[in-house]
């Protein structure tokens, strides 16, 4: 099966305690390396490997045995993580040098200590020591990777530091990989786990314009989302995203793959649910995964959203163009172009 990108998450384990996290509420495992050998071995044109998931990256005793193990099969591969930035020993930098990764996103709310560990648990300055440390050694080999930026969940408690205290923190650390900015996730299998003061951390219009007047005239923030595009090559999902028309397909059924720490595939890094929308084992065989994925995008084409999809927007987009495109094919209309 040809997968172009890969998102395989490392472990479900992590040193934090963010109450958004659904892999607090999986159970506390590793993917085993033969796991992770057997989707290697069974695909084929792979471009991008994305380490992370629901856990710490790495926390994984056998993390860059992974790249590694990747690499022997794809050697142009290129390997990207997002982590929280609590684990940046001397050792674990030599060895994200060592492998050659290319991109590093370190995930945070907020860029004011006391925030950060009430929302994280862990402490802010851990991670700007650790940050700082793999910059210092990045410079004295003279790389030019892993480019290293900011994976921002934007909160309703948060969203203001948009406008300067995160892009400050960004540019105080002379971060080079760009920021990410997603609000606080709304699906279903998402909220199922938030607790009451979690849901109330769910961006509203007021926090959503916040973010966008940050977003619109910020210019300390504009600087660090143009190093985004700006650098030698764009990230992971940006490559994935862009791999396909949007409006009728979507990019994970087509060139992606996202594989758990058991070994279950599912549709997408959205879909947290693995036993209820798995589409099968990688050890079992990937055939019949592979058909499946094709099932669900031909049902996108049909104007109907499969289950495992509900509440996502790239879905919503492609069954309402789809069922446009069907009605103009039927009745004959005009050839105006969809949304």
């Given at each position: 099966?040809?997968?172009?990108?890969?998102?395989?998450?490392?472990t479900t384990r992590c040193n934090y305690t963010c109450g958004f996290c659904v892999g607090r509420h999986m159970p506390q495992q590793d993917i085993a390396l033969d796991t992770f050998r057997?989707?290697?071995?069974?695909?084929?044109?792979?471009?991008?490997?994305?380490?992370?998931?629901?856990?710490?990256?790495?926390?994984?005793?056998?993390?860059?045995?992974?790249?590694?193990?990747?690499?022997?099969?794809?050697?142009?591969?290129?390997?990207?993580?997002?982590?929280?930035?609590?684990?940046?020993?001397?050792?674990?930098?030599?060895?994200?040098?060592?492998?050659?990764?290319?991109?590093?996103?370190?995930?945070?709310?907020?860029?004011?200590?006391?925030?950060?560990?009430?929302?994280?648990?862990?402490?802010?300055?851990?991670?700007?020591?650790?940050?700082?440390?793999?910059?210092?050694?990045?410079?004295?080999?003279?790389?030019?990777?892993?480019?290293?930026?900011?994976?921002?969940?934007?909160?309703?408690?948060?969203?203001?530091?948009?406008?300067?205290?995160?892009?400050?923190?960004?540019?105080?650390?002379?971060?080079?990989?760009?920021?990410?900015?997603?609000?606080?996730?709304?699906?279903?299998?998402?909220?199922?786990?938030?607790?009451?003061?979690?849901?109330?951390?769910?961006?509203?219009?007021?926090?959503?314009?916040?973010?966008?007047?940050?977003?619109?005239?910020?210019?300390?923030?504009?600087?660090?989302?143009?190093?985004?595009?700006?650098?030698?090559?764009?990230?992971?999902?940006?490559?994935?995203?862009?791999?396909?028309?949007?409006?009728?397909?979507?990019?994970?059924?087509?060139?992606?793959?996202?594989?758990?720490?058991?070994?279950?595939?599912?549709?997408?890094?959205?879909?947290?649910?693995?036993?209820?929308?798995?589409?099968?084992?990688?050890?079992?065989?990937?055939?019949?995964?592979?058909?499946?994925?094709?099932?669900?995008?031909?049902?996108?084409?049909?104007?109907?959203?499969?289950?495992?999809?509900?509440?996502?927007?790239?879905?919503?987009?492609?069954?309402?163009?789809?069922?446009?495109?069907?009605?103009?094919?039927?009745?004959?209309?005009?050839?105006?172009?969809?949304?």
């Open positions: 099966m040809e997968v172009r990108f890969a998102q395989i998450e490392p057997s989707f290697i071995n069974q695909v084929e044109g792979l471009q991008a490997l994305e380490l992370q998931g629901e856990g710490e990256p790495l926390l994984h005793p056998q993390f860059f045995d992974m790249i590694a193990l990747a690499r022997d099969k794809f050697p142009q591969l290129e390997v990207s993580m997002i982590t929280n930035g609590s684990m940046f020993t001397q050792e674990n930098i030599q060895q994200i040098l060592d492998h050659g990764v290319a991109r590093i996103f370190v995930s945070l709310e907020s860029a004011k200590d006391q925030d950060f560990q009430r929302i994280r648990g862990g402490k802010l300055d851990r991670v700007r020591r650790g940050i700082r440390h793999l910059i210092a050694a990045r410079n004295e080999r003279n790389m030019q990777t892993p480019l290293i930026g900011l994976s921002v969940t934007v909160l309703r408690s948060t969203a203001g530091e948009l406008e300067a205290g995160i892009p400050a923190f960004y540019k105080e650390l002379s971060l080079d990989g760009g920021i990410n900015i997603q609000a606080l996730q709304t699906m279903p299998q998402y909220q199922a786990i938030y607790d009451h003061s979690m849901k109330e951390e769910i961006v509203d219009r007021e926090a959503g314009n916040i973010a966008q007047r940050a977003i619109s005239s910020s210019e300390l923030l504009h600087e660090a989302l143009n190093d985004r595009q700006n650098k030698n090559h764009i990230g992971f999902y940006e490559r994935l995203y862009q791999s396909v028309d949007m409006r009728f397909q979507c990019p994970w059924l087509i060139n992606g793959a996202y594989l758990s720490t058991d070994g279950k595939m599912v549709a997408c890094c959205h879909i947290k649910n693995y036993d209820h929308h798995s589409l099968g084992n990688v050890c079992d065989g990937i055939e019949s995964i592979k058909a499946q994925r094709e099932t669900m995008q031909e049902d996108l084409n049909r104007g109907n959203i499969p289950q495992a999809c509900s509440g996502c927007i790239i879905a919503k987009t492609i069954a309402k163009n789809s069922l446009k495109a069907i009605s103009l094919i039927q009745t004959g209309g005009d050839k105006r172009p969809l949304a």
